[in-house]
């Protein structure tokens, strides 16, 4: 009897409960849903053009009631450029579940890479995205402006020899593609005989320096030392040797590119710095 009792005073506190939830106008009252947000993918990748860019995503919202704004911050990775910001708050619209992230960037210049996490100032969505690693490489955009001249006194004879020559668009950058291709295929490879290990690399990039001087990407010449393939014979620019020399690599005249590259045999030795060795024209 006092089992029965003790079970009818607690359905008695439930329904008083359940009563007191009852809105003054004959309805049941919602519980509240809580707010929460969410990215739209865990990673975000995207190839930049050079300059000053916004870049656009997209921070969802779970109650779309009424106007709001979260506090989003960028943290940049180990490298990123520093010319990187986010526009903060972002704010939702009352009745809109999305807001856009703004990201502006300065001046995007190649060949770095801004990368780095977003984050919010919030609670995250029943299996909502909290955080979001970017990854946005800058890249140039390479057109052909003809054909040019090249010339390395360290592995060839006294010929230039044509060659394609492109240039990033809007930049004082060029590659000069296959440069020891035609040389290697009309005797060069053999007359070095067991020193020839291939045609050269697919290009050599080269561009003006804020000070008016060239820098240069290292290249492979396509010669060995003694036969042996792991003994790659290759140009390096001053800064990457002890014993580099800078104000060597220069516009000769207008369009006429001449460089002075270490030729190294990495954990050999090599043949020191070799003064305006390369000529490089213009078309």
């Known amino acids: 009897m006092k089992i029965i009792n003790r079970i009818g005073i607690v359905a008695s506190l439930a329904i008083a409960a359940l009563i007191s939830s009852c809105s003054d106008k004959g309805y049941w009252d919602e519980a509240p849903r809580e707010q929460g947000y969410s990215f739209d993918a865990a990673n975000y990748t995207e190839e930049l053009k050079p300059g000053p860019q916004d870049i656009k995503l997209t921070l ?4 779309i ?9 960028f943290t940049p990775a180990e490298g990123c450029p520093s010319d990187i910001s986010v526009e903060s708050p972002v704010t939702f619209k009352s009745g809109s579940s999305t807001a856009e992230v703004i990201l502006h960037i300065a001046d995007a210049n190649p060949p770095y890479t801004y990368s780095g996490t977003l984050t919010f100032n919030g609670d995250p969505s029943y299996t909502g995205i909290s955080q979001c690693t970017l990854r946005m490489p800058v890249s140039y955009t390479w057109q052909s402006i003809g054909t040019g001249k090249f010339f390395d006194a360290f592995v060839m004879d006294d010929t230039m020899f044509d060659v394609e020559i492109v240039q990033a668009e809007g930049f004082k950058r060029y590659r000069v593609m296959n440069p020891y291709k035609e040389f290697y295929e009309t005797g060069g490879a053999a007359d070095y005989g067991d020193m020839y290990g291939s045609n050269g690399p697919e290009y050599i990039e080269f561009w003006e320096t804020s000070n008016g001087l060239l820098m240069y990407n ?11 393939p792991e003994n790659s014979i290759n140009a390096y620019p001053w800064s990457a040797m002890s014993n580099g020399v800078e104000g060597y690599d220069i516009w000769a005249e207008p369009g006429h590119a001449a460089l002075s590259p270490i030729y190294y045999i990495p954990n050999v030795g090599g043949y020191g710095q070799q003064q305006y060795a390369v000529e490089i024209i213009l078309p």
């Open 65 to 73: 009631f009424g106007d709001q704004s979260v506090d989003v911050t």
């Open 218 to 228: 290292a290249w492979a010449t396509g010669l060995i030392y003694q036969g042996d």
């Open 60 to 63: 969802h919202r779970s109650v």
